[in-house]
């Protein structure tokens, strides 16, 4: 009963006081139409109460991914599984904002194969969202009776940072060194052997294993020798207090996940392995060589769920250490002394470790000059050994990036919004 509505319950009340009247004046015609009133709405109710357990419903999203300011598409399928027809059935999927308005579907004479539904998305910021239950609303031709019922739980919309191709590669970019190729010989600090057997006719001598040799008292040889791949690793800095405009579109976080993002799908599309690290040097993606697409979506994926982190200042060393071999490059925020130093001595030895810092201040005043602190910050990293790009708000990733590349000795670089 409590799924009748205003003209329901007075349907309803007014059968009953005719069947009141009926019964005081004794109208046996009076009485007859106040049963066929009463019993209307009780009907109707019964049969829109059995229409709504005999509904059927399915969500897809596509593409998986959603790209930030792209297009994506939900398709809902919708049906009836029972014999019973159903009435009239208002549909609504309630979005996040960040995903656009409330689509709203009245749907008609239901049948039982599905009917396909269909609705644009435009995320304009990357992140997970949630669109909760769809919400149908179930009603008699006669709109005596509604109900409500979720027909699809709730699912999640993966928005991802957008990409902007890349080309080119920064000297040695995925190799540890400046010299061409994914795979090389770790000389001097090699990983141990991974297998020791006895000798054997035919052996070749240069593979006898000395130590193992001198210990077992026989000639032993390697099995295997581990060869050492290099890589790059993208620390992104997310600090909230290193940006401006955090939780905007457009602010000078967003234009660092763009270029992080961008630079791991690129070079992870190249063979070569990619880890993506934050501040504290905490691994947020780790992609090995070959993975392909798959391992790109790992990494937009960590990106999509990436939040603002509250510290103050850099600490790289307090998460695991950068692999040994991995060039580093560091999109970096507004960065102190005392972050230029942190960066400085946790830097993978002898590979080259490149910068883009953001001039967060150009968010906050467009047009402006560069300033003396982001000046000071290239300064200290170029005099450490760092090819440094500076990036304003009017950078485009692709033209930094192509900076990048070319910055190979620690001098500034000033092409449109970049210095």
């Known amino acids: 009963m409590s799924g009748l509505t205003t003209r329901g319950r007075c349907l309803l009340a007014a059968g009953l006081a005719a069947a009141v009247c009926a019964a005081v004046l004794d109208e046996r015609g009076l009485l007859r139409i106040a049963a066929f009133v009463v019993a209307l709405p009780l009907l109707a109710t019964a049969l829109a109460a059995a229409s709504k357990v005999r509904l059927g419903a399915r969500r897809t999203v596509t593409p998986e991914r959603v790209p930030a300011g792209g297009d994506g598409d939900v398709r809902l399928d919708l049906w009836r599984t029972g014999r019973l027809p159903a009435g009239e059935i208002l549909l609504e999927d309630r979005l996040p904002h960040p995903l656009g308005p409330r689509p709203r579907f009245v749907v008609e004479r239901l049948p039982q194969h599905p009917v396909a539904l269909r609705y644009p998305i435009r995320p304009g910021m990357r992140g997970v969202h949630r669109i909760t239950a769809l919400r149908a609303t179930i009603t008699d031709p006669f709109g005596l009776c509604e109900f409500d019922r979720d027909l699809v739980p709730p699912s999640s919309v993966v928005v991802v940072p957008r990409v902007t191709p890349l080309h080119g ?183 080259p470790s490149l910068a883009v810092l953001v001039d967060t201040a150009s968010w906050q005043e467009p047009g402006r000059s560069p300033g003396a602190a982001v000046s000071e910050t290239a300064a200290l990293l170029r005099a450490a050994g760092w090819r440094v790009v500076v990036a304003d708000r009017h950078a485009d990733v692709a033209d930094v990036w192509s900076q990048l590349c070319r910055a190979t000795t620690p001098t500034p670089v000033q092409a449109g919004g970049l210095r």
């Not at 599309?269 to 993506?276: A, M, T, Y």
């Open 169 to 351: 590669r920064p000297g040695g970019a995925g190799t540890g060194g400046a010299d061409s190729g994914s795979i090389r010989r770790h000389v001097g600090q090699g990983d141990p052997d991974v297998m020791v057997r006895q000798y054997r006719t035919g052996d070749d001598m240069r593979k006898v294993h000395w130590r193992s040799t001198a210990r077992r008292d026989e000639i032993m040889v390697r099995v295997e020798e581990r060869p050492w791949r290099g890589g790059t690793t993208v620390l992104l800095d997310r600090r909230a207090a290193a940006h401006h405009g955090v939780g905007h579109p457009d602010g000078s976080l967003e234009w660092a996940v763009e270029f992080a993002a961008s630079a791991c799908v690129h070079l992870s599309g190249s063979g070569s392995p990619v880890r993506l690290s934050d501040e504290r040097g905490h691994v947020l993606a780790d992609i090995p060589d070959g993975a392909g697409p798959a391992g790109s979506g790992v990494a937009l994926d960590a990106l999509a769920a990436l939040q603002p982190a509250h510290e103050r200042d850099l600490a790289v060393s307090s998460g695991p250490v950068h692999a040994q071999g991995h060039e580093l490059i560091a999109v970096l925020g507004t960065v102190g002394a005392q972050g230029v130093a942190e960066l400085t001595h946790t830097r993978p030895r002898g590979a």
